[in-house]
Structure formats: structure tokens, C-alpha cells
């Protein structure tokens, strides 16, 4: 299934959802049941695509410009790669999965034209999937001017907490402007870009394990800022940055960590406070692009100049911006945002003429109104935007970069060797937690242990949430988890529990409660099964990293690891070390063995 055929034109009459709060538990469908249940009652309010089947779109509000999104059903009958890598090969095949699709604005002109549109593509503002055990991956994220990527984040976070997802995972890849998000935000806050979604540490690249990620963060962060200093020289431009920002700080700035914290929350209140320009631009409304707001504020302001910050009519104003700008949809809207906002040292002034009743603007230069002491309560306003970034990219760039080959040599190599294991910690998941819930319904926890013909247990299913009535017993307890989890679950199709642990003794169970089930392997498949993973940097798994197969032992290792480039081929014949030296302690036995 790699496209969707859209070529069913939309009604004026289908349902509009609000796209900030769609997916929150109560919209648009009640969340208190199962996963499953969940999935069934969003799926209702969405409207049916006719070609592929089992697929529902959702028409959602955003001022900015309309968005689709797509939910695709997929029956499945094989393992998942994504799985493997995250650390979940231990989990049986499910049955289903759950395709969560936002095209990106090219997409979505792109469907417009064609009627079809590539599922699986790495440009969509947002795909996610979510398995029928409600274990999901984020496949890939795309922010951009049109819809950002923290708004699409805390999308696709309610929309998994309000599904009752129970742990989804994603391959850290975030990036601006050439730095690495997990690793900038690791030094500056601790954990990850994604962390501020609650993502965390789940699995890392070339046998990086959660102490090794921990230590290595606390490494560079309590990097002392005189040691990097001396390494650059004095009068580098590294020490002329430390230097700016602790005038603007004021606390001391002591250790890396410090300089790129202070940096970051001054980037923050710098693109926040400094000018109209960027509150226009974080305006729903806004359907054009920041090169054309810019340049639209900036013949607003000049026009406003002309009349020697006296106050003119909104109508002068726009008459004699339209000399520039021909887009009056354009002019109405940054006249109407501007009112009140700060432009680099002007504030736009915007009232009602009490007499006339029409609206007027004035200029008013506010870079003198501050007193000494005023300014030093506002360090932001003493450097632009563009030179914080320019600045953090110089930090990045000569310091975690690896570049650079000061940062190889000396006091630096710790920092070089630290920053390649936080970059390589690019697994992180997140688990959702539901409440127990009294009432009508109840939840109960179970899970399934599948034992072969020898008694002996070959697989075991994570605890699902069942949902029952409040004074269900064991029994209804048992029959509806055999329900459960023979639509979850590629092996337990046909389930027939054997036993159920523990022994109900009381006439009801009670709420949270934990039990467990007991059946038979049946055929198939079961495990997320990988391959077999044996490399020199403790690996034993697959971590989705390339990888080479050794012909004779048959374990893989990484490219990486066995020194062959990325940019070259893999060879069509390879021996991993431990065969090779077999081999050739194979040669001396047979050399030195008389005939």
C-alpha cells in the first residue's frame, strides 16, 4: 500500500475538527476504553475513502491554511523493522497497524494535482504508526513556516495520549541550521529536543547503554569554559562569545553547559520580545512566507517614517505601502498585527481616532527611553537574534563539532569522544500511562504467556489494559482477554487460554489488577524476529545502523566499526576479525602438523 487515492471531492457539509485540540481525551471521540476501542471510535467520526480501503481522513481547522489527516489501516502479517531497532524484538507480530498521515503543504498540492499521494514518504509534516498493542513509532516529522514542528509534536503527543497509546518510540534526527537538536539541547538542558514531550533514552547506536548517554552528557556540560578558552587562545573569537554573553548574564557562566543554556533561553526571550516580526509570523492566520512578511513590515515602517512620527490614517499608511507591495491581502494582515508590536527600536503605535472613528498609526522611537537601569533588567535587547545564532553556530561548530580537529587533540578528545556517544543515542520512546478508572468500567491488566509442548514458555505479551464491567469476574475477565488479544496479535487469532494466574478468590476483580494467561504456541511466526548481531563494539542487536554480514559466521557488524566508509560499497566478500584470525590459526596447525 504506497498510495492514497484522493480523487473523492470533499463536501461543503463534511465535519471540520479544531486541529489544536483534535485527539485530546473527549474529542471528537470519548477515550476510556481500550486501545483498540479508542482506535474504533476515532475512526468513526472520520469520513470513509473509497480507494485504498480501510482508510479515514479528518478535515482539520488551522488558521493558517486547512490541513488532512489520514488514517490508513494496515493488516500486516510480518515483523517490524522499526521494532527491532528500538529494543522491542521480543514483542509478537501484531495484527494491524495504524497509519497517522499529515502531508506537508507540497504534498498536499502535489494530491491536489494527481489524486494519490506516496504513504510512505520522508517529506510529510507528520507520519506516525501505532500497532494493534498500542506500540508505535514516529516515523518522521517536518516543521516548517507553515505549521511548526513543536505544534505537530504536541499533535501527535495528544493525539497518542488521548488513543491510550502505551510507548512510542523515534529516530532522533532533528536538526537546524546544521546543528543536531539531541545533541545541542542534551548540553544545554540535559536531555533531548524531544524531551520536552517527556521522550527519553531507549536504545542506542554501537552498544551505547543509558550510563554511558548519562555520563557522557554530564562530561560536557561541566566543561569549564577558562579550559576552552586557553585552548583557542586569547582574543579568539570563541573568547570574545564567552565573554559577550557573560555581560548579558547575570549569574557567572562557568562550564559549557552554562554558556549554551544561557544561549538557548536568550534565544528564546531575543526572537520572542525583540521585534513584531516574529509574533506576526507565530500568527495562524499568517499564510505567507517570512521573506514576504519581512519585507512587507519593513515598507509599513518606512511609509510610517515619512510621516516624521506623526499620526496618519490606516488608509495613507496602506495607500502609500501598495507603491511596493501589490498584495493588499497581505498589507491588510501586517497592518492589522502590527498594532502595538515592537520593530528593532520602533514601537508601531495603533489607535482609534475618537472623532473621525478611523484608525490611525504612529512610529515612536523607543532606543532612548530606557534608563541605564531598565536596560540592564533587559539584557536581551543588546544583540539581535541573528548574532545569537550566529554565535551559537560558531559555539557548535569549533566546539561539539568533529570538524574540527582542535576538538580531537588534547583536553578536547573527551569532549569529541562524548559528543559522538550522545549522538549516537538516537533511540528515544516515550510511555503513556492511563488512569484506572471506577465507574461503569473498569481496567484490568493482562498478559499472555505462550508455552510450547514441553511446557516451557517460548513468548510472553506485554500487560494490555481490558476494559470490563465494574463488577466483572474472572471468568468475563478471561473471555474478554482472549477477545483482546486474538485481534491484536498475529499467534493468538485462534486463543484458547489453558490457564489463568492468579486463581480468582474473590466473586470480582477489582480494579488494576494484574493477571495472567496461559495458552498453547500455535503457528507462525511470533518474535519481532532480527538478525544476529555480534560486533566489536558490543552490539547484540540490531540498532538500525549499516551493517555488513560475515560469509562465514553469518553475525553482522557495523560498517563503521569494521572500517569500511560509508561512501563505499560493501564488499561482496567479508570476514569478520574472529574468523579471520580462526583461519589463520587454522593455516599454522596445518603447516606445522607433519603429513
Not at 6 to 11: D, F, P, V
Not at 145 to 172: K, T
Request: net charge positive; charged share 25%.
Amino acid at each position: 500500500m504506497s498510495q492514497l487515492d484522493l480523487s473523492r471531492k470533499r463536501k461543503r457539509g463534511d465535519k471540520v475538527f479544531k486541529f489544536k485540540v483534535f485527539g485530546a481525551r473527549g474529542y471528537p471521540a470519548a477515550s476510556n476504553g481500550s486501545f483498540l476501542e479508542n482506535i474504533r471510535a476515532l475512526l468513526e467520526f472520520g469520513q470513509v475513502e473509497t480507494n485504498p480501503a480501510s482508510t479515514w481522513s479528518f478535515q482539520l481547522e488551522s488558521r493558517r491554511h486547512p490541513l488532512l489527516l489520514f488514517v490508513v489501516e494496515e493488516p500486516v502479517d510480518f515483523s517490524c523493522t522499526h521494532c527491532r531497532y528500538t529494543g522491542w524484538g521480543h514483542h509478537m507480530i501484531c495484527n494491524k497497524n495504524y497509519h497517522f498521515l499529515l502531508p506537508s503543504k507540497s504534498g498536499s498540492d502535489e494530491y491536489a494535482k494527481t489524486n494519490a499521494i506516496e504513504l510512505h514518504r520522508e517529506t510529510h509534516s507528520l507520519h506516525g504508526v501505532l500497532h494493534s498493542n498500542g506500540f508505535g513509532h514516529l516515523l518522521c516529522i517536518n516543521g516548517g513556516s507553515g505549521l511548526p514542528g513543536y505544534q505537530i509534536m504536541e499533535f501527535w503527543d495528544r493525539l497518542c495520549s488521548g488513543l491510550g497509546a502505551r510507548e512510542v518510540s523515534l529516530r532522533d534526527s532533528a536538526n537546524k541550521k546544521g546543528m543536531e537538536l539531541r545533541l545541542l539541547h542534551s548540553v544545554a538542558y540535559g536531555r533531548p529536543w524531544f524531551g520536552q514531550w517527556d521522550y527519553t533514552f531507549k536504545r542506542g547506536s554501537y552498544g551505547v547503554d543509558k550510563e554511558m548517554y548519562q555520563n557522557a552528557i554530564k562530561t560536557i556540560q561541566n566543561v569549564p569554559l577558562t579550559l576552552i578558552a586557553h585552548q583557542f587562545g586569547f582574543g579568539s573569537e570563541i573568547q570574545v562569545i564567552f565573554c559577550r554573553y557573560q555581560q548579558l548574564s547575570s549569574h557567572s557562566l562557568m562550564t559549557l553547559g552554562d554558556v549554551f543554556h544561557f544561549m538557548l533561553e536568550l534565544k528564546f526571550r531575543v526572537s520572542e520580545e525583540s521585534s513584531g516580526y516574529s509574533a506576526i509570523m507565530s500568527d495562524a492566520s499568517c499564510r505567507w512566507s517570512p521573506k514576504r512578511v519581512e519585507k512587507a513590515i519593513h515598507v509599513v515602517v518606512e511609509a510610517l517614517k515619512r510621516a516624521e512620527f506623526q499620526w496618519v490614517s490606516r488608509q495613507h499608511v496602506r495607500d502609500v505601502a501598495r507603491a511596493y507591495i501589490g498584495d493588499t491581502g497581505l498589507l491588510d494582515f501586517v497592518l492589522k498585527s502590527l498594532g502595538n508590536h515592537m520593530v528593532g527600536k520602533y514601537l508601531v503605535r495603533r489607535c482609534l481616532n475618537p472623532v473621525t472613528k478611523v484608525l490611525e498609526y504612529c512610529l515612536e522611537d523607543v532606543s532612548t527611553t530606557f534608563s541605564k537601569q531598565e536596560a540592564n533588567l533587559r539584557p536581551q535587547q543588546k544583540i539581535s537574534w541573528a548574532q545569537l545564532v550566529k554565535d551559537l553556530l560558531c559555539l557548535y561548530s569549533n566546539i561539539l563539532g568533529d570538524h574540527n580537529p582542535i576538538t580531537r587533540n588534547g583536553a578536547f578528545a573527551a569532549i569529541h569522544l562524548a559528543s559522538r556517544v550522545i549522538l549516537d543515542a538516537k533511540h528515544l520512546a516515550k510511555e503513556y500511562r492511563t488512569p484506572v478508572e471506577e465507574g461503569s468500567k473498569k481496567k484490568i491488566y493482562c498478559r499472555v504467556n505462550i508455552l510450547n509442548n514441553a511446557d516451557q514458555e517460548v513468548a510472553a505479551t506485554p500487560y494490555h489494559c481490558v476494559v470490563v464491567r465494574s463488577g466483572a469476574t474472572f471468568d468475563e475477565v478471561r473471555r474478554e482477554a482472549e477477545r483482546t488479544f486474538g485481534e491484536t496479535y498475529v499467534a493468538l487469532r485462534n486463543m484458547a487460554a489453558e490457564a489463568m494466574r492468579p486463581q480468582g478468590t474473590e466473586a470480582v476483580v477489582r480494579a488494576g489488577s494484574k493477571v495472567e494467561l496461559v495458552c498453547r504456541q500455535g503457528e507462525g511466526e511470533v518474535y519481532q524476529e532480527g538478525p544476529v548481531v555480534n560486533c566489536v563494539c558490543g552490539a547484540r542487536d540490531d540498532d538500525g545502523e549499516r551493517m555488513v554480514s560475515c560469509d562465514l559466521c553469518r553475525a553482522w557488524h557495523h560498517t563503521s566499526c569494521v572500517r569500511i566508509p560509508d561512501h563505499h560499497a560493501v564488499p561482496d566478500i567479508f570476514l569478520c576479525t574472529g574468523c579471520e584470525q580462526d583461519i589463520l590459526r587454522f593455516r599454522c596447525y596445518a603447516t606445522s602438523t607433519p603429513i
